[in-house]
């Protein structure tokens, strides 16, 4: 089975991340080899903090070079509920209209990809796969728990939050934030018929889907 090295936000983006690709990988021989680079998982300092601002960091000094070199593939996380800020970039709106989903994923691609570089995106070829997360990854996890909300972009850790309330699982808003509540709120995804019939409920995690149905993952580099 090929490795994925994979850049997240943080570790809760990361634990629910991580259960996608087990449920994508789901009945074949092996799951997937999955390295969590970014946030260093060894690192108590800068490179360990979770946030938008590192994952940019990271390809901007060209670490995903290394990332490739010891991996297959290489996956990249990151919300858009900040691309307005200058140093991300994206904004939010087109003559006042808010993008759609689909929009604000092509957006943040093209600058990732800018980022990246069109030498090392040539490179690389399509061994680099976007997960963009419209607003939030917590609306990821909206299929599973809100289903008549499975579509929603905006709010979403408040909707998912009151949905795991009536359910009487832990919520997944405290300070710090817990990767185990995410791993456990997003644990259905592993099963891979839940994940591929529920989570193309939700635009951008369709988007995410079908992008890793377009590759080939069959043959490592």
Known sequence: MSAFAIVSEGVTDYAVLKNILIGWFKDQHAEPVLNQVQPDPTSTGESGWGNWENVLRFLEEKKHRDALDYNDWLVIQIDTDDSYHPNYGVPQLEGGRPLEPHEMVERVAARLRGIIGEADMAFYQNRIVFAICVRG?????????????????????????????????????????????????????????????????????????????????????
């Open 137 to 221: 990854i917590e609306c990821w996890l909206l299929p599973l728990w809100d289903e008549s909300k499975a579509g929603k972009c905006e709010g979403c850790l408040a909707t998912v939050d009151r949905a795991l309330g009536r359910a009487d699982e832990p919520v997944l808003n405290t300070t710090p934030k817990c990767p185990r509540r995410f791993d456990n709120a997003s644990r259905e995804y592993r099963k891979r018929k839940i994940l591929v019939d529920k989570g193309p409920r939700n635009p951008s995690l369709g988007m995410f889907l079908a992008e890793f149905e377009s590759r080939d993952f069959g043959r490592p580099r």
